[in-house]
């Protein structure tokens, strides 16, 4: 049975979160993708979607 979509949200959320925060730290997506147990392309993906709802929850404000 699949997780129920609250879940799978926070879930997404907090990789998203923890992937900035360690290229915050300066970490290659090499080794970012090393510390989450991924592949350097989901961590682009992580670091592109993250992005993107920043942008998006900036226009939101204005």
Same mark, same amino acid.
Request: glycine share 6%; with cysteine.
């Given at each position: 049975? %699949? +997780?129920? !979509?609250? @879940?799978?949200? #926070?879930?997404? %959320? +907090?990789? !998203?979160? @923890?992937?900035? #925060?360690?290229? %915050? ?38």
């Amino acid at each position: 049975m %699949a +997780e129920p !979509r609250n @879940q799978f949200l #926070a879930r997404a %959320a +907090e990789r !998203r979160e @923890q992937a900035v #925060a360690l290229r %915050a730290q300066g970490l290659s997506y090499l080794e970012i993708a090393a510390e989450m147990g991924c592949s350097t392309g989901t961590v682009g993906r992580l670091l592109h979607d993250a992005r993107l709802l920043e942008k998006k929850a900036q226009q939101q404000a204005v």
